[in-house]
């Protein structure tokens, strides 16, 4: 027996040593909290080598969080992260700094610019061999150059130009400086020198966040060929379907990993939500049994008895709470129009320094739901912005009727004081609201209270879209002007949101690079590539 029992050992050492040489990343033990809420409670997860990993749960739960935490960022209250040695690990930074007066093309060759140092070095060694011969100098120039060549040195520029065409930057020019870049320009130029840096390790934060569809393909094919590990947070399930092989839930405080594809994770983690409703109901049922059994003995005949049952209590790993997220409760006002057509597009021609799409013309009817489509580059964007009066029109004309009132949200999460709470801002935009209806404001599109007195800034990207949803639900209008508003949301606030927008009275202008979201209650789709309305399909 005892032969047997080390031999079973021996049998768990290997396999642990085994598991410990294929993962890039552990995480054991993690507890987080802010205030009264729990992100994470003694929970974990590994990356391995071989993991293609998406991070999913609702708005509000830790998922960005977590990132700050494996990347450093941020110190856990408990917990041991554990990297891999002398591992690479590329990191979608959306504050990158870029530098002024340096072009997209400068900024995306400095993926390679140990390269670049590499190639400089060969080219002084070159100069001092032709004055001062040196074998030694000939030699090292030699392994810089093999180096140069393994790595595809020669190919940088080709290689450059692939990925700018593959993530749309091509559209607005890589000659363009890249500090003047609007924010989402700057998430796809970021992106797309993370990826030029062939890390060994990806860590993607919504990636797909100011992509169109055919450059999200693009990724995608890219995605399941990387031969590294890599961890995607992303809200976009049609996109995380396609690209992982394994997904990490986090809910109710803990860390779930799941082997397989995302419709088997959600299946599995529908019946382990189950049992363990069942289990967190139990518990509480026998918490307040033995909580009665303790008033009612503590002082007397079975004192003994009842002071043992609350060290029992003490100890008992008590389960979090399920249900303790904010549910968003969209509902847009509606100020009548007194006409029908509330806009009209005559040969209007958008862009920066030169046009993006040709002359095309379109209007909006009242009630009127119209969603705008095409891939090219910042086109629709900057097609809302220029109707907005943001930017200048390059040519043509469009006019809002005298009774038009527009409804905007731009997609870009900007703040003109990023250490405002939700409050103040919203108490800012709308100063006749008393600081209780604000907070009930606020509660209806799903912010938490404890975010309401945090700074914008500390806010998950799902939490500061929902302070600009806020925002549009509190001034009536006819027509809602809408860019990328599912950026960031979870799935079951974006069907809150489908639904609000579908009740609106008014009409709608949406640019979105999920057409499921708007499928069933679109009337129209304009593609602007084509420079037409098509009718919706199904």
């Not at 507890?31 to 990993?53: A, I, P, S, V, W």
């Not at 996109?239 to 299946?267: M, S």
């Not at 703040?415 to 405002?420: E, G, H, K, S, T």
């Not at 709608?508 to 590539?529: A, M, N």
């Amino acid at each position: 027996m005892t032969t047997l029992f080390n031999y079973v050992k021996v049998i768990q050492l290997l396999q642990k040593e085994v598991w410990i040489t294929m993962s890039v990343l552990t995480v054991e033990n993690l507890r987080q909290q802010f205030l009264d809420k729990t992100l994470y409670d003694d929970t974990g997860f590994t990356l391995n080598q071989e993991d293609h990993m998406g991070i999913i749960g609702q708005n509000g739960v830790g998922k960005s969080t977590l990132i700050k935490i494996i990347t450093g960022q941020m110190l856990p209250d408990a917990g041991k992260i554990a990297w891999k040695k002398k591992i690479k690990i590329g990191y979608l930074d959306q504050y990158v700094s870029l530098t002024a007066k340096q072009s997209i093309f400068e900024f995306l060759k400095t993926a390679f610019d140990d390269l670049y140092a590499l190639n400089a070095e060969n080219e002084k060694i070159y100069a001092s061999y032709a004055e001062n011969p040196d074998d030694e100098l000939l030699a090292k120039a030699g392994r810089n150059q093999e180096i140069l060549e393994a790595r595809n040195f020669y190919e940088v520029e080709t290689k450059i130009h692939q990925v700018a065409t593959g993530l749309g930057i091509d559209a607005f020019g890589l000659d363009r400086e890249a500090s003047t870049l609007s924010g989402g320009q700057r998430s796809r130029v970021i992106l797309a020198k993370l990826l030029l840096e062939q890390p060994d390790v990806l860590l993607l934060d919504e990636p797909t966040n100011y992509l169109d569809t055919n450059h999200i393909d693009w990724l995608i094919d890219y995605l399941v060929d990387f031969p590294g590990a890599y961890l995607v947070i992303s809200h976009d399930y049609e996109f995380l379907g396609q690209i992982t092989n394994c997904v990490c839930d986090i809910e109710f405080g803990k860390i779930t990993k799941y082997h397989g594809t995302l419709k088997q994770a959600l299946r599995q983690k529908a019946a382990n939500k189950e049992t363990y409703l069942k289990a967190y109901t139990t518990q509480q049922k026998k918490i307040q049994k033995t909580k009665a059994y303790i008033r009612k003995y503590k002082a007397g005949s079975r004192s003994t008895m009842a002071k043992s049952r609350e060290k029992q209590l003490a100890h008992m790993d008590v389960l979090t709470p399920p249900g303790n997220l904010a549910v968003s409760h969209f509902s847009f006002p509606y100020q009548p129009s007194a006409v029908r057509m509330l806009l009209e597009v005559s040969d209007l021609v958008v862009g920066y320094d030169k046009p993006l799409l040709a002359p095309f013309n379109f209007s909006i009817m009242q009630a009127e739901k119209v969603a705008i489509t095409g891939f090219n580059g910042i086109g629709k964007s900057t097609l809302l912005k220029t109707l907005l009066g943001i930017i200048p029109p390059l040519k043509g004309n469009f006019v809002f009727s005298e009774t038009t009132k527009v409804g905007y949200f731009r997609q870009e999460l900007l703040w003109q004081d990023p250490m405002q709470t939700p409050l103040q801002i919203v108490h800012e935009q709308a100063p006749g609201l008393t600081q209780k209806k604000v907070r009930q404001a606020l509660a209806r599109a799903g912010i938490e209270r404890d975010n309401v007195v945090k700074p914008v800034k500390v806010l998950s990207g799902g939490e500061q879209t929902k302070v600009k949803l806020c925002l549009l639900m509190l001034f009536p209008a006819n027509l809602l002007v809408l860019d990328e508003p599912t950026n960031h949301l979870d799935d079951d606030t974006k069907h809150a949101l489908a639904h609000a927008i579908r009740d609106f009275e008014g009409s709608v202008l949406l640019v979105t690079h999920e057409p499921e979201f708007y499928q069933g209650w679109i009337d129209r789709v304009l593609d602007i590539e084509k420079l037409q309305s098509a009718p919706e399909n199904g």
